[in-house]
């Protein structure tokens, strides 16, 4: 699983930490023999999609929950779940914060009994954590979010993602030469 094609999350802190524990597991947890694991997954999501782009402060990623339980009469269940804090003074208002994003999905009957169906629970549960992630975190911490981050290998900046574009006068078409107009231009003249 990778997030990497994902518009970044660049934080406003000096610093990142993706705590490396997980959550206890519960009976029936099936997570620790899926590659990757629940919270390796939760995990990875964070390393595709934050970065810490600032001067000062520092943000903690948390995994709260990950595991695929095979419950009785053989359905599964996967939770996912993550946290963010940021302390520090960083942000446009200084001061800290935090964000909580969770997830969860079953299967049962056939579907549940599929080969690598523990597999495809957690990949499907792990969209919706992303889109949930992303969501939580630009409602909660939006004044810790930066605008433009450098790219990997220090190449050119990217831009944050487009919310409003600028229509030529009249909102037509451009003409030819850049010259808009709100009226279709009439097909050249066959004799011409």
């Known amino acids: ?3 990497t094609h994902l518009t970044p999350l660049p934080l406003d802190v000096a610093a990142l930490e993706i705590v490396p524990s997980a959550p206890p597991s519960p009976p029936g947890d099936v997570g620790p023999l899926l590659s990757p694991t629940p919270a390796d997954a939760v995990r ?15 943000a903690v990623f948390s995994v709260t929950a990950a595991s695929v339980v095979r419950e009785p009469g053989g359905a599964l269940r996967c939770s996912l779940g993550c946290r ?11 001061g800290g914060g935090f964000m ?7 299967v049962s009957g056939a579907e549940a009994s599929r080969p ?28 810790w979010l930066v605008a ?13 993602p487009v919310s409003r574009e600028e229509l030529p006068p009249g909102g037509g078409a ?3 030469g850049g010259a808009a107009t709100g009226r279709p231009q009439p097909p050249p003249d066959p004799e011409e």
């Open 1 to 3: 699983m990778s997030w």
């Open 44 to 58: 990875g999501m964070a390393r595709d999609r934050l970065s810490a782009a600032g001067g000062s402060g520092q």
């Open 84 to 94: 963010v804090d940021v302390a520090g003074k960083g942000g446009e208002e200084g």
């Open 100 to 106: 909580e994003a969770a997830a969860q999905r079953g």
């Open 116 to 143: 690598r169906a523990a597999d495809l629970l957690l990949r499907r549960t792990m969209e919706d954590l992303n889109v949930e992630f992303e969501f939580q975190l630009r409602r909660n911490l939006r004044r």
């Open 148 to 160: 433009v981050a450098p790219a990997a290998g220090g190449g050119a900046a990217v831009p944050p």
């Open 174 to 176: 451009a003409a030819p």
